[in-house]
């Protein structure tokens, strides 16, 4: 897909971040826009945003992509009020309790899961039938270089993110003779607002999370274009990349301890 102008691009989490970008460069190639934030404020700040660009159109709605039922409603709308979508960006995802496994409530696992994997699976089930009837679009699922490697403090988040790997990777052999393509994106350091409520995370944040959102969207949309399905983008994700494909996962796991431990929260473990 070269040409985005007058296409359907659904993006979900477009209250901020990632979600926003992605909904501003869309609109600025012309698109036509489905959006969904779980934040109806910050939504409505997005499109006030759009439309000061001279959107083409833009349809959206306030919902958990956690809930099955609210995406394929979400689905069943935008095709009555905009047509059979070509593009699905399923961006919306949340942090974790950032707390080690063994202080880690099996919620904050449910909720994280819920949204950053579920999520996923839901907006590729309920879309994906649109796409085919287009007979061309992308499915983009945006993962993290936490879906290639484990950090301390995270488990939840990353077992959401490999699980995000994982669905996409079997789904791109699964449309391997299909006119749909699927796009698996691992960000690295993007400066969001992740972890902003947070006052232990203002380290972590001011030291990796430092790429620009704009940036990693131009790079997604330019790799849509050229067909290049795995995207590892941003802030230490090429030696990320590098790290979980090359050094044994011993030498591995050292390495990332000694990186984050100063900046991981600690209350929570034994004393030595």
């Known amino acids: 897909m070269q040409d985005f102008r007058n296409k359907i691009v659904v993006v979900t989490g477009a209250g901020s971040g990632m979600g926003r970008a992605y909904a501003v460069e869309f609109a ?18 997005t499109v006030q945003i759009l439309d000061r660009l001279g959107a083409v159109r833009v ?48 919620a904050d696992y449910e909720r994280v899961m819920g949204v950053n994997f579920y999520g996923v699976l839901y907006g590729t089930r309920a879309f994906l039938p649109q796409l085919q009837a287009n007979g061309e679009g992308a499915i983009v699922n945006v993962s993290s270089i936490f879906g290639l490697i484990g950090t301390p403090n995270s488990s939840d988040y990353c077992a959401s993110k490999f699980a995000v790997r994982g669905f996409t990777e079997a789904l791109m052999v699964e449309l391997q003779d ?20 947070k006052a232990e995370a203002a380290e972590f944040r001011a030291r990796y999370l430092t790429t620009p959102p704009e940036d990693i969207v131009r790079h997604v949309i330019a790799s849509i274009r050229k067909k290049r399905i795995k995207i590892v983008y941003g802030r230490d994700s090429f030696k990320t990349w590098l790290g ?26 034994p004393k030595n």
């Open 178 to 197: 299909s006119p749909v393509e699927a796009f698996l994106v691992h960000p690295g350091g993007i400066a969001t607002n992740i972890g902003a409520g």
């Open 59 to 106: 349809y959206r709605e306030a919902f958990d992509v956690a809930s099955r039922d609210a995406v394929y409603a979400f689905a069943a709308n935008v095709k009555a009020e905009l047509g059979d979508a070509h593009v699905v960006i399923n961006n919306a995802g949340i942090e974790g309790a950032t707390k080690p496994v063994w202080a880690t409530d099996e």
């Open 244 to 269: 979980s494909n090359f050094v044994p996962l011993k030498l591995l796991n050292r390495i990332i301890w000694r990186e984050m431990k100063g900046v991981t929260d600690l209350s929570a473990y």
């Open 28 to 45: 600025r190639l012309g698109a036509v826009l489905a959006l969904n934030d779980h934040n109806a404020e910050s939504l409505e700040e």
